[in-house]
């Protein structure tokens, strides 16, 4: 219970240091927003009906717990650019972000699990040795290359997935699958080399423990004393680069998400800076790191349900 309680004040802790950053790098650094963004043309009329609109005209903590209490009620501004809530920009946009950053950690970890496993239990032979390098090429090949990549051989040459595009949810589910495919599987692939390096890793160091001996006295092969007793030991930093993971795959897509032309977050993020719409930057920004910093907090609990040692803390 100390564990828990430890976890969910570093929470608050962090959802509220991160507020005051976010807050701060968007309306309190020297200049005025409502001028930012309404351009070096724009008359002192059109920027004082701007600040008003935008409640710029109080003192920086009056903006501060407005814009936090906001927040908190669901209400994160109402966009410069679009005129419609930003909330309602969210809903619309998280229906893509979300689930391609499920299905994108979900291809990465049915690769990396057993390449991981492969790896280790044929360390320093061939296997080991394609694994790793083709690992390394998966680390080193930026995404959005391999993201046209897939998309001159799947998209435009056999013509099995659409080159870009999200037709909605209500084009039906395998239509909306098929439209995040390539997106999830060029996501996908760098994440899935960095996961099985790390398996691999923390299996190896399993393999010198007694219970793994003991094992392989009582007649398991390397690979099924590391797949039914290593595995669950190897978990803590596979699960802390999981989390990382799905940090990054829902708030950090913003270059795949524009090269598929996808309308979710990360695009709606370069499409807030792009047009000097800093009540979106700031607001989905906020959104984004507070989804990082739960993720990190589940990944914490499950820590604490894979090692039973840190439960007794």
Known sequence: MGYILSRLISLVVSLAAASVVIFAAVEVVPGDPAAFMLGLNASEDTIAALRAELGLDGSVLERYVGWVGGMLTGDFGTSYTYRVPVADLVSQRIVVSLPLAGYALLLSTLLAVPAGLVAAAWRGRAPDYGIMAASQLGIAVPNFWFA???VL????TWKIFPAGGFPGWEAGFWA????????????????AAILARVLRSALIEQTGQDYIRTARAKGLSSGAALRRHGLRNAMIPVLTILGL??????AGAIIIENVFFLPGLGRLIFQGITQRDLVVVESVTMLLVCAVIVVTFLVDIAYALVDPRLRRR
Do not use: C, H, N
Not at 153 to 156: P, V
Not at 245 to 250: A, E, H, K, M
């Open 153 to 156: 051989a799947f998209a435009i």
């Open 245 to 250: 993971q799905f940090s990054f795959l829902l």
């Open 148 to 150: 046209m990549l897939l």
């Open 176 to 191: 909306g699958m098929r439209a995040l495919t390539l997106p999830a599987i060029a996501l996908a692939l760098p994440q």
